[in-house]
């Protein structure tokens, strides 16, 4: 992996991991393309790691008073939240553990990449039925919305799409489902850091240089994409990128089948 293969990906995870057209099943087909050839996952957790500090620092206020709701038992509604986030998470945890070969192996494949953008496309479509409504997270709306975040291990399926959808379907105001899917990102992401722990351990010395880079234009691009996810949510929009995954999935099948 050269500095410039890493600064396309690094971009790349950036704007599409909270965009709908799911970040992994980009760089699967761009690592592919590229003829990147990565041994494990080293490089995408990175890059994830990257994302993950735009959301913390997109959110910082947000996460202080979680955490400031630990302490203080007059902060309920917070603290519901901090629930709901555990709640939302368990999905996504028990997958990983039971169906880690199976989803390491997806990780190969840009066929089953590219077919699974297909499916981020019709799960984005399906917005236009749903309208959301005015109710807040819950418990039941967590459990859809963390069950759509596991599905969405899979590289093509997309995590911001498939949770924002479902907790549109759930009734749940749109803009605050958005913001739930963000935060529910960040115990998501640490899991997987923990169960990838030894791959970064073993990260090739001449290829730190390169990965880290990556994960700086991740975290750069990841906050600009923040910004727009919000905005487009808020127009109703999420449609419209269910058009490009179609055409995605469609370039990648031509390539790889």
């Given at each position: 992996?050269?500095?410039?293969?890493?600064?396309?990906?690094?971009?790349?995870?950036?704007?599409?991991?909270?965009?709908?057209?799911?970040?992994?099943?980009?760089?699967?087909?761009?690592?592919?393309?590229?003829?990147?050839?990565?041994?494990?996952?080293?490089?995408?957790?990175?890059?994830?790691?990257?994302?993950?500090?735009?959301?913390?620092?997109?959110?910082?206020?947000?996460?202080?008073?979680?955490?400031?709701?630990?302490?203080?038992?007059?902060?309920?509604?917070?603290?519901?939240?901090?629930?709901?986030?555990?709640?939302?998470?368990?999905?996504?945890?028990?997958?990983?553990?039971?169906?880690?070969?199976f989803f390491e192996?997806?990780?190969?494949?840009?066929?089953?990449?590219?077919?699974?953008?297909?499916?981020?496309?019709?799960?984005?479509?399906?917005?236009?039925?749903?309208?959301?409504?005015?109710?807040?997270?819950?418990?039941?709306?967590?459990?859809?919305?963390?069950?759509?975040?596991?599905?969405?291990?899979?590289?093509?399926?997309?995590?911001?799409?498939?949770?924002?959808?479902?907790?549109?379907?759930?009734?749940?105001?749109?803009?605050?489902?958005?913001?739930?899917?963000?935060?529910?990102?960040?115990?998501?992401?640490?899991?997987?850091?923990?169960l990838e722990s030894?791959?970064?351990?073993?990260?090739?010395?001449?290829?730190?240089?390169?990965?880290?880079?990556?994960?700086?234009?991740?975290?750069?691009?990841?906050?600009?994409?923040?910004?727009?996810?919000?905005?487009?949510?808020?127009?109703?929009?999420?449609?419209?990128?269910?058009?490009?995954?179609?055409?995605?999935?469609?370039?990648?099948?031509?390539?790889?089948?």
């Amino acid at each position: 992996m050269t500095y410039l293969d890493a600064v396309l990906l690094g971009v790349l995870q950036g704007l599409t991991e909270f965009l709908p057209v799911s970040s992994s099943g980009h760089l699967v087909l761009a690592e592919a393309i590229l003829g990147v050839k990565q041994p494990g996952v080293s490089f995408e957790i990175l890059a994830h790691l990257g994302t993950l500090l735009a959301v913390l620092v997109y959110f910082r206020s947000q996460i202080a008073l979680l955490i400031k709701s630990v302490f203080d038992s007059n902060m309920k509604r917070e603290r519901a939240v901090i629930g709901y986030l555990v709640i939302g998470t368990i999905p996504a945890g028990l997958a990983g553990l039971l169906f880690r070969d199976f989803f390491e192996h997806a990780f190969s494949s840009p066929v089953m990449t590219s077919l699974m953008l297909f499916v981020t496309g019709l799960i984005l479509l399906s917005t236009r039925f749903h309208s959301g409504g005015r109710k807040h997270v819950g418990i039941l709306s967590a459990i859809i919305m963390g069950i759509g975040q596991a599905v969405a291990i899979l590289p093509g399926i997309s995590r911001s799409g498939t949770t924002i959808a479902a907790g549109i379907a759930s009734k749940v105001e749109p803009s605050e489902a958005a913001e739930f899917s963000f935060l529910l990102v960040i115990p998501a992401i640490l899991g997987a850091v923990v169960l990838e722990s030894k791959e970064l351990v073993n990260i090739d010395s001449g290829l730190t240089g390169q990965y880290f880079f990556g994960a700086a234009f991740s975290f750069l691009l990841g906050l600009v994409a923040v910004y727009l996810v919000l905005a487009i949510v808020k127009r109703g929009k999420l449609d419209y990128f269910a058009y490009y995954c179609f055409a995605a999935g469609g370039v990648g099948l031509y390539l790889f089948l």
